[in-house]
């Protein structure tokens, strides 16, 4: 007798359990499902290079540059490196260089969605227009402003 008890109080005790379980169930599949947002990431590597007029020389430290530099600008013969700063951000995010003119500003914008990937980011610099840029990892960009009797050349070179 006391185990029939036993089993009808278990059977009661049982279905509240398994209504509150499927009850859980419905609601935790009908809940909206946040999508997760994926961090992109991207380096650009800066170096600031300073032009001038006189003895052809290139500093060897822009070696793998002498050929761009040398066609760039037929004037200056002159190229000495100024500073090298890394930059490592993340979508949205914005990094600072100081130039001797003012201030680079470069902002990550992400990953373009074609299937040749590239980096899609935002210059701006003192005397030009902000540009929007989209560049294949590995590729380089090449900005030239005017100061004095010299050229500041900023080679941006994108990476993953």
Same mark, same amino acid.
């Given at each position: 007798?006391?185990?029939?008890?036993?089993?009808?109080?278990?059977?009661?005790?049982?279905?509240?359990?398994?209504?509150?379980?499927?009850?859980?169930?419905?609601?935790?599949?009908?809940?909206?499902?946040?999508?997760?947002? #994926?961090?992109?990431?991207?380096?650009?590597?800066?170096?600031?290079?300073?032009?001038?007029?006189?003895?052809?020389? #290139?500093?060897?430290?822009?070696?793998?540059?002498?050929?761009?530099?040398?066609?760039?600008?037929?004037?200056?013969?002159?190229?000495?490196?100024?500073? %090298?700063?890394?930059?490592?951000?993340?979508? /949205?995010?914005? /990094?600072?260089?100081?130039?001797?003119?003012?201030?680079? #500003?470069?902002?990550?914008?992400?990953?373009?969605?074609?299937?040749?990937?590239?980096?899609?980011?935002? #210059?701006?610099?003192?005397?030009?227009?902000? %540009?929007?840029?989209?560049v294949a990892p590995g590729g380089r960009t090449l900005?030239?402003?005017?100061?004095?009797?010299?050229?500041?050349?900023?080679?941006? %070179?994108? /990476?993953?």
């Amino acid at each position: 007798m006391i185990g029939k008890m036993w089993q009808t109080l278990a059977k009661r005790a049982m279905v509240p359990a398994l209504v509150l379980l499927a009850v859980t169930a419905e609601a935790h599949a009908q809940a909206p499902q946040v999508p997760t947002q #994926v961090v992109e990431r991207a380096s650009f590597q800066v170096r600031v290079i300073e032009a001038t007029k006189g003895t052809p020389s #290139v500093d060897p430290k822009l070696a793998d540059l002498e050929r761009e530099l040398r066609s760039l600008h037929r004037d200056y013969a002159r190229f000495t490196l100024i500073k %090298t700063e890394s930059q490592n951000l993340t979508t /949205g995010t914005r /990094g600072t260089l100081r130039l001797p003119n003012g201030e680079l #500003v470069i902002q990550f914008l992400g990953l373009s969605p074609d299937k040749a990937q590239r980096v899609r980011h935002r #210059v701006e610099m003192p005397g030009m227009n902000a %540009t929007v840029r989209a560049v294949a990892p590995g590729g380089r960009t090449l900005d030239v402003l005017q100061l004095g009797d010299k050229l500041i050349i900023v080679a941006t %070179t994108v /990476g993953r």
